[in-house]
């Protein structure tokens, strides 16, 4: 346990404090606690403390959303997103799982206020190696019920997906209906654990009784064999629909001309010195649109990272094939499709037992 535990809080604080002090460093974060102190948009609560907060949340996706480049990347930013919510859920949902790393919603809520990318390195990769250690030959200490794997897809579509999709695609830009999906949207975490408990007891009484001839051992080998592609699935199925958004994103950005390293550069530099003077609204668009494309890579470099620490370079080599044909999302959800192969090995298990 002690090993990669220890090396994962080494790598994981000082890139998460690094990335936490680069976000706050952003210029727009000083026009913004200015100006939210007297901006009524945001309102929502009533609560002086929470409506401030939400004021500079709404403003960074407002202006994401509403900028060309910033739209393309809030599509995978999010699709990444709902792939590292599958992997909470499944390995929260395991039974060698602790109660911390099973709090699915805390996970949640956590990364839309620190962001994802700091909450994948700072917590969640050492919480992981805290409950589960370095080894994994155990394989029925990471067992998952095929309902609960069922479940957790569910879920992710209904709790995560479906909110997503209507921040994306609703409202006009900057409109009140828009602020409002922005804001519902930050409570999409909390929707998914009640999905997926009351869908486990439902997808649980639809299951096959195990036949009674056969073995104890059979039964145990055919319950793995079901759990490993029930999770597999999850996996496969998000990053299928990955996929689909990284070919559609990539056939837009080509259209605009933004597939070129230039327009890259001028994401994480800030355009640079190209402008003498902005305006707060062409700051925020320009600061937003780095949040969210820095948030995708330092999120997608915590999952690399997990990979390294749990399968070597050959799972490494994995995701990043996955990402080159299928996006940042879809590149990590095959790699934890590929892992769930080894983790819930049968003839692993054949071995251990004998």
């Known amino acids: 346990m002690v090993k990669k535990l220890i090396l994962s809080i080494l790598v994981g604080l000082p890139v998460a404090g ?7 460093s952003l210029p727009y974060g000083n026009d913004l606690n200015a100006l939210c102190p007297s901006y009524k948009g945001t309102d929502l609560t009533g609560i002086e403390e929470m409506d401030m ?3 500079k949340v709404i403003n960074i996706f407002s202006h994401a959303l509403n900028d060309p480049v910033g739209y393309l990347i809030s599509w995978l930013l999010l699709g990444l997103f709902a792939s590292v919510l599958g992997i909470w859920c499944v390995e929260g949902s395991r039974v060698k799982a602790n109660t911390l790393l099973g709090a699915i919603a805390l996970w949640g809520m956590a ?9 994948m390195f700072v917590a969640w990769i050492p919480m992981y190696y805290y409950c589960y250690g370095d080894n994994n030959s155990d394989i029925l200490k990471y067992s998952i019920q095929p309902a609960r794997a069922t479940a957790i897809l569910v879920a992710i579509l209904t709790g995560f997906i479906l909110p997503s999709l209507s921040m994306l695609l609703g409202g006009d830009a900057f409109s009140p ?7 519902l949207w930050q ?3 909390l929707l998914v654990v009640p999905i997926y408990l009351f869908s486990t007891s439902t997808f649980a009484c639809m299951e096959e009784p195990m036949e009674s001839r056969l073995s104890d051992q059979a039964k145990v080998k055919r319950r793995v064999a079901d759990q490993k592609s029930g999770v597999e699935t999850v996996h496969l199925v998000l990053a299928a629909l990955n996929a689909v958004v990284y070919y ?8 605009m001309g933004v597939m070129n390293k230039e327009s890259l550069r001028d994401i994480l530099t800030l355009h640079g010195d190209k402008f003498i003077a ?3 609204e062409q700051t925020g668009y320009i600061n937003s649109t780095n949040f969210f494309f820095i948030d995708l890579i330092v999120c997608w470099a915590g999952c690399a990272f997990w990979s390294l620490l749990e399968n070597g370079w050959k799972g490494f080599i994995v995701l990043i094939i996955g990402t080159l044909f299928t996006g940042p999302g879809g590149g990590v959800s095959l790699y934890a499709a590929y892992r769930e192969s080894y983790v819930q090995d049968n003839h692993r298990l054949v071995i251990k037992n004998e």
């Open 248 to 255: 559609v994103i990539m056939f837009r950005a080509t259209g």
């Open 18 to 24: 690094l990335t936490l002090r680069y976000f706050t």
């Open 177 to 183: 209906t828009q602020t409002h999906l922005i804001f």
């Open 111 to 119: 990364a839309n206020l620190f962001t994802v990318s700091v909450i």
């Open 187 to 189: 409570f999409a975490p």
């Open 278 to 280: 902005l305006s707060i």
């Open 53 to 55: 907060l939400l004021c």
